[in-house]
């Protein structure tokens, strides 16, 4: 009776953490969305105030497609993205697959020594990283940006999907072999699209990150040509003067794409994050 009692509680409070959380992480988000269609004045004298019809305005946005080249900025970001998301779940899910069905020579500390890259900043290594971009002659190339980000994701991928892949039937995968199937075809045929669920949770995890990162674009791909969108939403900031309309309007469509991504892979990301607690 008392677990009866005290579950309705728990779950209330359970709840109402999670709303406020929720509300927490929310607040910036629509604050920026709401500011982005406001004029300067309305911005610093009514921040939380939604747009009204003479505070309404589009100067941000107008600012953004004539100074900006923001389509160049958002190719960019895309790209980087796309091809680092590809990269690390390919690799990242090769490598798990290696981990969890061989057993060989040193098979737990190439697990260790992969996971330590989830504990260790890559910031760490950017003199180092930026002197090999510069032999290699990569700098102010997007190639740069996409093996940095590719290498700062692989150790929580390969964390990630090697404990589901341990998941995965012995049967089904020994059937693949007595059938003929490589194990390339064992992989790609009969594996992955079991794991699909943890690799959108990656995808997701990897995907914010590398989208709003500012670090990298700004040091190893500061050129005009291969400006990301973060680092070209820069533009508007002076030392002296920020137009805030344009910073706004920039953050703001900025924020969409992921948006989108996000609730497009929102099921999969949840069915990754909970089928890890179910045996």
């Known amino acids: 009776m008392s677990k009866a009692r005290t579950n309705p509680l728990n779950s209330f409070a359970a709840h109402a953490a999670l709303i406020a959380y929720t509300i927490i992480a929310l607040f910036p988000v629509v604050v920026i969305l709401i500011n982005s ?36 900025y958002f190719q960019n970001s895309f790209v980087v993205t796309v091809a680092s998301l590809f990269f690390i779940l390919l690799f990242g899910a090769m490598a798990a697959f290696a981990l969890s069905e061989y057993r060989f020579p040193g098979n737990t500390l190439m697990g260790l020594y992969l996971a330590l890259g989830i504990m260790i900043p890559i910031r760490i290594g950017t003199v180092a990283i930026l002197e090999l971009m510069v032999q290699t002659g990569l700098v102010n190339t997007l190639m740069a940006l996409i093996l940095v980000y590719t290498a700062q994701g692989l150790p929580l991928a390969v964390f990630i999907l090697s404990e589901f ?19 390339y075809a064992i992989f790609f045929k009969l594996v992955l ?10 995808a997701v995890f990897n995907m914010i990150p590398i989208w709003n990162d500012l670090w990298f674009p700004l040091i190893l791909a500061p050129g005009e040509s291969t400006k990301t969108l973060t680092l070209g939403s ?8 920020t137009d805030w309309n344009a910073v706004l309007s920039a953050l703001s469509l900025a924020i969409l794409p992921v948006l989108v991504l996000y609730v497009i892979f929102s099921r999969q990301l949840i069915r990754g994050i909970t089928s890890g607690a179910v045996k």
């Not at 892949?165 to 194990?183: H, P, Y």
């Not at 820069?234 to 003067?241: C, M």
């Open 234 to 241: 820069q533009v508007f900031i002076g030392q002296f003067v």
């Open 193 to 202: 699209p079991l794991v699909r669920p943890a690799m959108a949770t990656v």
């Open 37 to 72: 269609f406001k004029t300067r004045k309305a911005i610093f004298r009514e921040p939380l105030a939604l747009p009204s019809p003479e505070s309404f305005s589009l100067i941000g946005y107008q600012t953004v497609m004539k100074q900006g080249d923001f389509f160049l």
């Open 165 to 183: 892949m341990r998941q995965v039937s012995d049967d089904l995968k020994n059937a693949g072999r007595i059938d003929g199937m490589s194990e």
